[in-house]
Nanobody
């Protein structure tokens, strides 16, 4: 099994930056994709960013393109989400996720395909 532990959340003013980290342990070779989802109060969890484990192509939801970057450090088994130009609308709990099944990149925004989740880290952006 794969275990995911997030860190790096916190309170930041609008326009500021945060970097989330996700330590990946366990059977990492089983992971096809790693990524980040967010869930704001009263809303459903939604896809933010994804990357194929060991790959370079990244996938971002439209609302964060140009502001967020997802990357991996394979030597450290860590996934990062660099968040710049943060907005109050970015306030949410951010979850790291891993997908073990083989799926086309066109489907990775579907939450049902992701089978391992971290505990989440709160990001609050004040105006």
């Amino acid at each position: 099994q794969v275990q995911l532990v997030e860190s790096g959340g916190g309170l930041v003013q609008a326009g500021g930056s945060l970097r989330l980290s996700c330590a990946v342990s366990g059977r990492t070779f089983n992971s096809q994709f790693v990524g980040w989802f967010c869930q704001a109060p009263g809303k459903e969890r939604e896809f933010v960013a994804g990357i194929r484990w060991g790959g370079a192509t990244t996938y971002l939801t439209d609302s964060v393109k140009g502001r967020f970057t997802i990357s991996t450090d394979n030597a450290k088994n860590t996934v990062y989400l660099q968040m710049n130009s943060l907005k109050p609308d970015d306030t949410a709990v951010y979850y790291c996720a891993a997908m073990s099944r083989i799926a086309p990149s066109s489907q990775i925004r579907s939450m049902s395909l992701w089978d391992t989740w971290g505990q989440g880290t709160q990001v609050t952006v004040s105006s």
